[in-house]
């Protein structure tokens, strides 16, 4: 089984990017063929959000071009695909049905099995997509504009959940920081970007839940204290002056960056694991990958991180996960549905 080699499609449309990719691989290396993306973000940015009903409706006008793009850029046709996977949740519900339909009926078209895949065990698997021996156990560190969640991945499949945000997700907190500060949607990147010019120690924004025993994370404290400091800096206006911005990016950005490396190390020195993953969006932010380069270095710790246009929302990751199922012989009824508020399938909670 190891060796046996398979081509899937796979489609990924659980929020604003309409993603199709193309997999050829055996469960111990995969190789991506097309990583086809459609973004949506000028077309949500003067909304500040994502717009359910805009993004389905531009998943639908961009899918079938992307699917062809995809098996021509790889080389493959149509009758050449092994499988087909989707995204079933969690995400938008008017945004999943249209590629997990996509992917149902191409597969009933061709005769070939169907595999429904959770969106964040893409995102935690992601980081093997390009290894040569497998799944191997680690610490994984997934952050996202919708989760941040430290899990203990021991094999495909089995993943115990250590620590999770109790409110704001990382990058949720990015976002709205960033509106706060006048800058444009999405906020990660625009942050990570005026950080740059300014200092992290400038001001002194609170690490919450650093020093508590558990590895859960809340950053809606720090959303808090940069609202306030902005206040405190200009009450009469209540805005951040251009040159406040950088002094105030840096230093919001090293206090999320120094609570998810110190807990996600203090995570894996607690099972006494030997290697950290990190995926999600946000794990694109150079200033926390290089943090967690040295944090590693320091505690003889291997480091995982895919490349970062496998970090954000893509369909690669979907189909890596859809090859695992798929070799196992996991496949999918034709009459499952999606999940918006699907969970990942985690053992319970440690306490």
């Known amino acids: 089984m190891p060796d046996t080699t398979v081509i899937l499609l796979a489609i990924e449309s659980s929020c604003d990017e309409t993603a199709v990719a193309i997999l050829r691989g055996n469960l111990n290396k995969a190789e991506v063929l097309s990583s086809e993306i459609s973004s949506q973000i000028d077309i949500h940015r003067e909304y500040g959000g994502v717009v359910p009903e805009l993004a389905s409706r531009n998943h639908s006008l961009a899918l079938r071009p992307l699917i062809d793009a995809a098996l021509n850029k790889a080389g493959v046709t149509f009758e050449q695909v092994d499988g087909f996977a989707a995204t079933a949740g969690p995400g938008l519900a008017s945004s999943l049905l249209i590629g997990h339909t996509a992917a149902k009926a191409m597969a009933v078209a061709a005769s070939k099995p169907f595999i429904s895949v959770n969106h964040m065990e893409g995102h935690l698997l992601s980081p093997f997509i390009a290894g040569d021996k497998g799944i191997l156990p680690n610490i994984s560190l997934v952050v996202s504009g919708g989760h941040t969640m ?30 706060m500060l006048g800058l444009p949607y999405p906020g990660g990147p625009e ?60 230093s919001f950005q090293a206090a999320v960056i120094e609570v998810l490396v110190k807990k996600t190390i203090r995570a894996a020195q607690s099972v006494q694991a030997d290697r950290i993953t990190m995926s999600g969006g946000v794990s694109c932010n ?66």
């Open 150 to 179: 430290i899990l203990h991945t021991k094999q495909f499949g089995e993943y115990e959940l250590l620590g999770k945000s109790v409110d704001d997700a990382a990058g949720e907190a990015y976002d709205k920081v960033a509106k």
């Open 286 to 351: 150079g200033a926390l990958r290089d943090a967690m380069a040295d944090a590693c270095k320091r505690h003889n710790m291997e480091l995982e991180v895919c490349s970062k246009h496998l970090s954000t929302d893509n369909a690669a990751m979907i189909a890596f996960v859809g090859l695992q199922k798929f070799l196992r012989n996991e496949y999918s009824d034709m009459c499952c549905d999606i999940d918006p508020n699907l969970p990942l399938n985690t053992l319970k909670l440690r306490k």
């Open 191 to 250: 942050i990570e970007r005026v950080a740059r010019d300014g200092s992290p120690v400038a001001y002194s924004f609170p690490r919450s839940m650093l020093k508590r025993a558990n590895l859960d994370f809340s950053f809606s404290g720090l959303k808090t204290a940069v609202l306030y400091t902005i206040s405190e800096l200009n009450p009469e206006t209540g805005l951040a002056t251009a040159e406040q911005l950088p002094d105030i990016c840096a």
